[in-house]
């Protein structure tokens, strides 16, 4: 084997050359830190997000092609990259030179909030472009099933997608031949074309055109070197790693036979994330590159033989085009295994991912091994000793030695059979989230009759989820055999099955009693489908199938994307150049989508910069006896680790009320909390160095976990608020009907996309310091630090540019964490960085914490017009009716409804479900103080102007609205003024950006600032009304005028009194209403969002396009909250789901296939700015509107199931949720475990 002297590749049509490559090093951290490419982002680490997703290109000289594929940069280990050439979103388009189309479309298309989500976005499109340059809709949306946000709520980036289509302004989706907008949308009513309403939000005649011509080229010295280099192993020796790529199968299986043990690294997507999450390490890895005989694939008479190299998007592809050629009965297999294909993990993964890691991981959820199990599938071994087959069955799947690969061998190939005549195969998922989410239960199902007829010949049944890896139920189905296809039979193997594939009540994963259902609701489906085919084909005896159970196995409704917006235009008589009432793009969106938009972790490593990693406890309730820091005090890099004992006297600081101390070194009251901090000269010392902390716990009691348990144990936090209404008690005495209840809504991870992250740079001079940092309050973090640094606050300055997504989550405890970042760069004069991984970063924010509601009512209470609030305060409901009656039209709801229940009659095992719930959404804060602003405006005498003020952008468009108030007030174009970013040099005491406020707070104040400067500059400018900016600006200056002020709002007048439960803490409410419709599948709790018509009272909106882009995007996060998210927690209290592949948000498949939204005519003027109303959170509850839909359609299932009483659904309605509620005969048949008989995986919290 040769040594290769050095690693060669690409980046952006530049050679790079790396001569001590470290194996450990992934591509992503090699981009940002090495490089200094920040255009790439670290969402997670694991593959599960998209952020980091690159296009890799590579030359094949046997098919003398170029590939070019979508590739997650964090999962990608350099040295894998031997003669690739890798695109970023710095080598796409920019704006120092040309922006690309792509870049330019989901920007102008409103497509970027945080931006934070948008190179990855980018990047999946741009690639797509480059194979397929007039992508089908279904091809865009399969391209971005890999890329997670949190701000859009998808449907911008999908707009801006679909102008790539052959036909975008259509909805692809031509039924009948004809587009589906222009049949007049599902009886939605046309909106009339009157000249005020506006239906779009961009124009797409000012777009770039896409020319392929414009694209980097391939690297033409890869092309010379794939052709003419003699093909070596090559081999990269790191300080722990060693890795050996051979290009040839002789040199793979020398390889191997020297390094049994060595993993073979295909796609890296199973051996990457164990490494990275469960702390395995190989110190030699054998990276196979570019051998034929794993890539290739043969189709001959009876089987299909698949490389084992060849990556799951080729198989895919290869499927696709053996089911195009062969008769339909040979391809069952085939069908089914593409069908899964589909939906596992997102494209970048499957591009990545190899069918052989695939099989050989054996993960215990996997796809596609439960169907290749069923198939009699052979994978053929090769070694140095030679060549052996293995069938793929149970024993292999259970690793029992003598099935298994033999360490020296290595897998060449898959044999598939095709299926033949009488055969049936059919494949099952159900997972958290339709989309890119591992199943919780899968399997594979086969079954072959004899000739003609219905007699069972063979069977086969495999699980995926329910077992450490795929279990095959061979008892069960060897009993099966001679049995006819009837009922009888499926009774039978219902009993047999759950029999043998068993679930104790603790089993890793949970939702026990979900996993067996599954089991069988799965196999009913499969009896159905095959009788079903078997009526088609004619046997005597098949049994016909009722239409109403036809449901059971067809794919849940599925439109295509279709969306439509409606506001009114800005009034024709303002001034032609006034922004305020415009769809403005957010002005960070260009940047964002060249990924020039700076974050915090994005700014350059500072002069001998260290890394700070927090230790964090492992116990809910604990005291700590003991911490050994020796041994990482001892590992190279490491500099200090801080502790309790460092801060003494500055270790607790006031949040709200109550002290919170930074780090725990004696008790400790969750798992997540803070213990100690470790500074080392790298962040992989610092992480290394963090790992190695021993801390020993006692444990204390009570363990409180759940509300339940607190209120158990009287464990509260705060004083207990209480707001009465009239005589509850007399009024519950004389009515009629009492409906009572309660209702537990879980907790929400924030999930914002950039991490938390910190730079604090010390500047030598005066104890100055600097706090670079990604949070919504800068204030309370120059408070916290200067506390900690026992500094006056005029010597810490907090600046922060644009954070990534912040939802509520970037506040206190990002305060905690600075101060500790700041104390350790205060002690060592050096600047640290702190910038946490998804998992910690999960860990230790906690998130929004779950809420448990009891109530009693006594009538519907809608508001009337005039009406007052439980506390007494007035309100005129007007526009709150208008919506709900706007909504009710819109949507079509009577007759949806009519249509819901035809349909639901119609159907036995598909329900769907039809809500609407209207929204009163109160802003305010809750006294005058905490909504004071201020801002400073400078003008220069060029004309240009610079605007700051307390507001932090956090993809909500802030600034993009600031400059719009600017622009209004001073009359002067949006291009000439400028927002550098907030901080708290330029704007003191701010108060926190959060509440739905901060346009609405720092409007005022930038308007005032704006009004006194021009106050002050009236005499100028009247004197020179026809003058420029530049000249008035010259003449102040030439009078000695000053041409910078402040500006200052003092709040909105607040006031509550809890003690008579009176009071005004609102300044208004945002009114809404939104219809949503769903489909479930009562087998396997799945559901499908269809449509969702919402109308808002949104004031005079100051720009529509970023006020829709908040109530759609916090509709989004709605439905999560109430259907999707779900955190789990172990009866300890440690927090399992700790990153997107557990924790499953929103994803594009999770968008309702058609939307409307509809913005309220702007009606009531208020003293708010410009009678505008803030936006950004009241669109959450609406999602809330799904969980209604979704309730509905389980009540008519449960009420066709003869089961009529009050029905109590918990948030989020998950699909355990909704199967478990369906309830049916195959609900009845699963065994139960009787509770305190077993102790579960995880705790309901
Ligand atoms: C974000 C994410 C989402 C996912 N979602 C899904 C999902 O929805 N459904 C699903 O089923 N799976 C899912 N997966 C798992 C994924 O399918 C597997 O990780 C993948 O198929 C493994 O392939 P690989 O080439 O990356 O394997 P690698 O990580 O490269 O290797 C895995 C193992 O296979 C061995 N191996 C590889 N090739 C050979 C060979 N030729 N001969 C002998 N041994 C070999 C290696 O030694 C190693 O032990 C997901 C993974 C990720 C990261
Ligand atoms: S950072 Fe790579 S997928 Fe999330
Ligand atoms: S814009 Fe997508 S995560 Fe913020």
């Known amino acids: 084997m040769d040594r290769a002297a050095e690693l060669l590749f690409y980046v952006n049509g530049r050679k790079v050359i790396e001569k001590n490559v470290d194996p450990e090093t992934m591509l992503l951290p090699y981009l940002r830190k090495k490089l200094r490419l920040t255009g790439t982002k670290y969402g997670c680490g694991t593959g599960g997000c998209g952020a980091c997703t690159v296009m890799i290109s590579r030359y094949n000289p046997t098919i003398k092609r170029i590939s070019h594929h979508a590739a997650n940069a964090c999962l990608i280990p350099i040295c894998s990259l031997y003669g690739a050439a890798v695109t970023t979103i710095e080598g796409i388009g920019s704006t120092k030179a040309r922006i690309h189309p792509v870049q330019e479309r989901i920007a102008k298309c409103h497509g970027t909030q945080c931006g934070f989500c948008t190179p990855g976005m980018v990047m999946s499109i741009y690639t797509l472009l480059r194979n397929h340059p007039e992508p089908s809709l279904e091809q865009l949306i399969d391209a971005l099933g890999g890329n997670l946000c949190r701000c859009t709520g998808y449907r911008p980036i999908i707009d801006a997608c679909k102008t790539f289509c052959k036909t975008s302004g259509c909805c692809q989706s031509r039924e009948n031949g004809v587009c589906y907008l222009d049949q007049g949308i599902n009886e939605l009513p046309e909106f009339e074309e009157v000249n005020?309403?506006?239906?779009?939000?961009?124009?797409?005649?000012?777009?770039?055109?896409?020319?392929?011509?414009?694209?980097?080229?391939?690297?033409?010295?890869?092309?010379?070197?794939?052709?003419?280099?003699?093909?070596?192993?090559?081999?990269?020796?790191?300080?722990?790693?060693?890795?050996?790529?051979?290009?040839?199968?002789?040199?793979?299986?020398?390889?191997?036979?020297?390094?049994?043990?060595?993993?073979?690294?295909?796609?890296?997507?199973?051996?990457?994330?164990?490494?990275?999450?469960?702390?395995?390490?190989?110190?030699?890895?054998?990276?196979?590159?570019?051998?034929?005989?794993?890539?290739?694939?043969?189709?001959?008479?009876?089987?299909?033989?698949?490389?084992?190299?060849?990556?799951?998007?080729?198989?895919?592809?290869?499927?696709?085009?053996?089911?195009?050629?062969?008769?339909?009965?040979?391809?069952?297999?085939?069908?089914?295994?593409?069908?899964?294909?589909?939906?596992?993990?997102?494209?970048?993964?499957?591009?990545?991912?190899?069918?052989?890691?695939?099989?050989?991981?054996?993960?215990?959820?996997?796809?596609?091994?439960?169907?290749?199990?069923?198939?009699?599938?052979?994978?053929?071994?090769?070694?140095?000793?030679?060549?052996?087959?293995?069938?793929?069955?149970?024993?292999?799947?259970?690793?029992?030695?003598?099935?298994?690969?033999?360490?020296?061998?290595?897998?060449?190939?898959?044999?598939?059979?095709?299926?033949?005549?009488?055969?049936?195969?059919?494949?099952?998922?159900?997972?958290?989230?339709?989309?890119?989410?591992?199943?919780?239960?899968?399997?594979?199902?086969?079954?072959?009759?004899?000739?003609?007829?219905?007699?069972?010949?063979?069977?086969?049944?495999?699980?995926?989820?329910?077992?450490?890896?795929?279990?095959?139920?061979?008892?069960?189905?060897?009993?099966?055999?001679?049995?006819?296809?009837?009922?009888?039979?499926?009774?039978?193997?219902?009993?047999?099955?759950?029999?043998?594939?068993?679930?104790?009540?603790?089993?890793?994963?949970?939702?026990?009693?979900?996993?067996?259902?599954?089991?069988?609701?799965?196999?009913?489906?499969?009896?159905?489908?095959?009788?079903?085919?078997?009526?088609?084909?004619?046997?005597?005896?098949?049994?016909?199938?009722?239409?109403?159970?036809?449901?059971a196995f067809e794919d849940l409704h599925s439109r295509h994307h279709c969306s439509t917006l409606k506001y009114e235009n800005v009034d024709s008589k303002k001034h032609p150049q006034d922004p305020i009432g415009q769809p403005i793009m957010h002005l960070s969106g260009i940047k964002h989508a060249t990924g020039e938009a700076i974050y915090c972790d994005d700014m350059p490593t500072v002069d001998r910069e260290l890394f700070l990693s927090f230790v964090t406890s492992s116990r809910a309730h604990a005291k700590i006896v003991s911490i050994d820091l020796s041994e990482a005090l001892s590992l190279p890099g490491v500099v200090d680790i801080v502790t309790e004992e460092h801060l003494r006297g500055v270790n607790s600081f006031c949040i709200l009320t109550e002290p919170e101390k930074l780090l725990r070194t004696e008790e400790v009251s969750c798992v997540g909390q803070l213990v100690c901090a470790v500074i080392a000269e790298s962040e992989v010392q610092a992480k290394q160095a963090a790992k190695r902390v021993k801390v020993v716990y006692q444990d204390l009691q009570p363990l409180i976990l759940t509300i339940e348990e607190a209120i158990q144990h009287n464990s509260f936090f705060e004083t207990e608020r209480k707001l009465e209404y009239g005589n509850v008690d007399e009024a519950f005495k004389v009515v009629d009907h009492i409906l009572e209840g309660e209702i537990h809504i879980g907790g929400q991870e924030h999930f914002y996309m950039e991490t938390q992250s910190m730079l604090v740079v010390p500047k030598g001079e005066d104890q100055e310091i600097d706090v670079y940092v990604s949070t919504q309050f800068p204030k309370y973090i120059q408070d916290i630090v200067a506390s900690t640094l026992k500094l006056p606050a005029n010597k810490v300055m907090c600046h922060v540019k644009r954070v990534g997504g912040a939802f509520g989550g970037k506040t206190y405890k990002t305060g905690i964490m600075a101060a500790i970042t700041a104390f350790a760069a205060n002690k060592h004069g050096r600047a640290v960085r702190c910038v946490l991984e998804r998992g910690e970063d999960m860990l230790i924010t906690g998130g929004r914490h779950p809420y448990l509601g009891k109530y009693k009512v006594r009538m519907i209470n809608m508001y009337k017009e005039i009406d007052q609030t439980p506390y007494k305060q007035e309100i005129n409901a007007k526009n709150l009716i208008q919506c709900w009656k706007e909504c009710m039209d819109m949507s079509s709801y009577s007759l949806r409804k009519a249509a819901v229940e035809k349909f639901n009659s119609e159907n036995y095992w598909k329900k769907k479900g039809l809500a609407v719930v209207p929204l009163k959404f109160p802003v305010g804060l809750g006294s005058v103080a905490a909504g004071q602003a201020a801002a400073l405006v400078h003008i220069y005498l060029d004309g240009s102007v610079l605007v700051t003020h307390g507001g932090i952008e956090m993809g909500q468009g802030v600034h993009t609205k600031m400059i719009q108030v600017v622009s209004r007030e001073l009359r002067l174009p949006m291009s000439s003024i400028h927002l550098r970013g907030t901080s708290t040099e330029t704007v003191p005491n701010t108060n926190i950006s959060g509440g739905s406020t901060v346009a609405d707070l720092n409007g005022l104040a930038v308007k005032d600032a704006c009004q006194t400067l021009l106050k002050r500059l009236e005499p100028i400018i009247s004197k020179n009304p026809q003058g420029t900016w530049k000249d008035w600006a010259q003449a102040a200056f030439d009078e000695s005028i000053s041409l910078s002020a402040t500006g200052y709002f003092r709040g909105y007048e607040s006031n509550m009194s809890w003690e008579t439960g009176e009071g005004h803490p609102f300044e208004y409410f945002v009114y809404g209403a939104a219809c949503s419709e769903v489909e479930i599948d009562c087998l396997t709790g799945a559901h499908k969002n269809i449509r969702t018509d919402m109308v808002m009272d949104v004031g005079c909106s100051i720009n529509p396009a970023l006020d829709i882009g908040q109530i759609e995007g916090a509709f989004t996060q709605g439905v999560g909250l109430y259907t999707v998210e779900e955190l789990h927690y172990s009866p300890q209290g440690v927090l399992y789901t700790r990153g997107p592949n557990q924790y499953k948000i929103p994803a594009i498949c999770d968008m309702p296939t058609e939307l409307h939204i509809s913005l309220l005519p702007p009606s009531q003027s208020s003293n708010t700015l410009y009678s505008s109303k803030g936006l950004g959170e009241s669109g959450i509850f609406l999602g809330c509107s799904v969980f209604f839909a979704i309730h509905d359609a389980v009540n008519a299932a449960r009420q066709e199931r003869g089961l009529f009483g009050p029905l109590k659904l918990n948030s989020p309605l998950t699909p355990e949720k909704i199967r478990m509620a369906c309830e049916d005969k195959f609900t009845k048949m699963i065994p139960k475990d009787k509770p305190g008989s077993y102790v579960p995986w995880n705790v309901p919290i």
Request: aromatic share 6%; net charge positive.
């Open 196 to 551: 005020k309403i506006s239906l779009k939000l961009f124009s797409e005649e000012e777009f770039l055109p896409l020319d392929p011509t414009q694209e980097l080229i391939f690297p033409p010295e890869l092309m010379i070197m794939a052709e003419k280099q003699p093909q070596r192993t090559r081999i990269f020796g790191g300080d722990r790693m060693t890795w050996i790529s051979p290009t040839t199968l002789t040199a793979l299986l020398e390889a191997k036979f020297k390094y049994p043990q060595a993993p073979v690294v295909m796609g890296n997507t199973s051996v990457g994330p164990e490494m990275k999450l469960k702390g395995v390490f190989h110190p030699v890895i054998i990276s196979p590159d570019g051998i034929e005989e794993l890539n290739f694939a043969n189709c001959s008479h009876n089987e299909l033989t698949l490389g084992a190299g060849l990556s799951l998007t080729q198989v895919q592809y290869i499927l696709g085009e053996v089911i195009q050629n062969l008769p339909e009965e040979k391809t069952r297999m085939y069908c089914a295994l593409l069908k899964h294909l589909t939906t596992l993990a997102g494209s970048q993964i499957r591009n990545m991912a190899s069918l052989g890691g695939h099989i050989v991981s054996r993960h215990l959820d996997s796809d596609l091994n439960p169907l290749l199990a069923v198939g009699n599938c052979t994978l053929n071994l090769l070694s140095k000793k030679g060549k052996r087959q293995v069938p793929l069955n149970e024993e292999f799947l259970r690793r029992c030695p003598s099935a298994d690969l033999k360490p020296e061998e290595i897998l060449i190939s898959v044999k598939i059979l095709h299926s033949r005549k009488w055969e049936f195969v059919s494949g099952f998922r159900q997972a958290q989230r339709q989309q890119n989410a591992l199943a919780v239960v899968n399997s594979g199902m086969r079954v072959f009759f004899g000739e003609g007829g219905d007699i069972i010949r063979e069977l086969s049944i495999s699980y995926g989820g329910v077992g450490p890896t795929t279990v095959c139920a061979k008892n069960s189905c060897r009993k099966l055999i001679g049995r006819p296809w009837n009922e009888e039979m499926l009774d039978a193997a219902c009993r047999l099955v759950l029999d043998e594939v068993t679930l104790p009540g603790s089993a890793p994963g949970g939702r026990v009693e979900f996993k067996r259902t599954l089991i069988v609701s799965f196999l009913f489906k499969f009896y159905l489908e095959v009788s079903q085919i078997l009526k088609r084909m004619g046997p005597v005896r098949s049994p016909g199938l009722a239409d109403k159970c036809k449901s």
